[in-house]
């Protein structure tokens, strides 16, 4: 898959993971594992550009005596899904024109 | 491996990134470890899971900009006192040249590689001017009395360009391996700053 695009698919799967309650690494990683693998250190990239960019927020909290942090989305987070939905739309449809074209040359 | 000592390996390997971005990077792996211990693997089990401790490094590394290396290369690991700062301008004509020795030797290694790549490209392309030659001094000696020499300049041009095409691919393969070289010194040269 052409890298750009995988790029900005993960950070849509990363924020979808977190977008019902705040989440943690592991579980984080663990609930994309049936849809895409994810490396802990790309993970870790991503986790680091989206608080970057205001779409998560990080908070440690005490867990069987250690410390683990938690991600919890934003309001620009949730945007951010939504843009990825409106623009996934408009791809379809695009897709659905380049199919139809293959159909009629089969 | 234990996880003090995969721990410990990575914070190693990050040396050459600033302390609190290794640490963070260290602390990110150790929480993923005791998660994967806590759902019942073993510890040995949990650490194989985050996958070989130098293809982290090296992939962290690669993400790193060249100019936080050398940054955190060139960031004294405590205050300096006034005889080192004088020291250290005193030893510029010394240690400065060196590095810029250094830089320069890089640069010479790079000039080296890609003016072999320049050679064979003008060897080519020489060939090809032969083949373009023979072929028109071939034309027009044919076209006058003496066909027998035209025929051999003809020939002549042929077999140049035959060899051009040949060391065309030649060409195309030696540009290619410059390349890489250039990607992994580019890289060697790097790791120097870790």
């Given amino acids: ?106 | 491996m234990t996880k003090q000592a995969f721990l410990s390996r990575l914070e190693k390997g990050l040396s050459g990134l600033p302390r609190e971005e290794a640490a963070a990077r260290a602390a990110f792996y150790s929480e993923i470890i005791d998660d994967r211990m806590e759902e019942g693997l073993s510890e040995e089990d949990a650490v194989a899971g985050v996958g070989p401790v130098d293809k982290i490094v090296a992939q962290i590394i690669e993400e790193t900009p060249f100019s936080t290396l050398a940054k955190q290369k060139i960031r004294p690991k405590r205050p300096m006192s006034a005889w080192e700062i004088i020291l250290l301008i005193l030893g510029s004509p010394l240690w400065l040249s060196l590095l810029i020795a250094l830089f320069a030797v890089v640069l010479a290694v790079f000039a080296v590689i890609w003016t072999v790549v320049l050679v064979f490209w003008i060897v080519d392309l020489v060939l090809f001017c032969g083949f373009l030659g023979g072929a028109a001094g071939g034309v027009l000696l044919l076209a006058g009395s003496s066909g027998f020499a035209g025929l051999a300049l003809f020939g002549a041009g042929i077999v140049l360009t035959g060899l051009s095409l040949l060391l065309f691919f030649v060409c195309r393969a030696v540009t290619l391996f410059a390349a890489f070289l250039t990607r992994k010194i580019a890289l060697m040269f790097k790791m120097l700053f870790v």
Avoid at chain 1, 31 to 44: G, N
Avoid at chain 1, 53 to 66: D, F, P
């Fill in chain 1, 1 to 106: 898959m052409d890298v750009q695009l995988k790029r900005g698919l993960l950070d849509v799967c990363v924020l979808a993971a977190i977008k019902d309650e705040e989440s943690y690494g592991y579980k984080i990683i663990k609930d994309m594992q049936p849809y895409v693998r994810l490396s802990e250190s790309t993970l870790y990239t991503i986790l680091k550009r989206l608080e970057d960019a205001g779409m998560l927020t990080v908070r440690n909290a005490l867990h069987g005596g250690r410390l683990r942090k938690y991600y919890r989305i934003t309001a620009s987070g949730r945007k951010r899904i939504d843009d990825f939905k409106a623009d996934w739309e408009e791809i379809m449809a695009v897709y659905r024109f380049i199919t139809k074209e293959d159909r009629r040359y089969d």
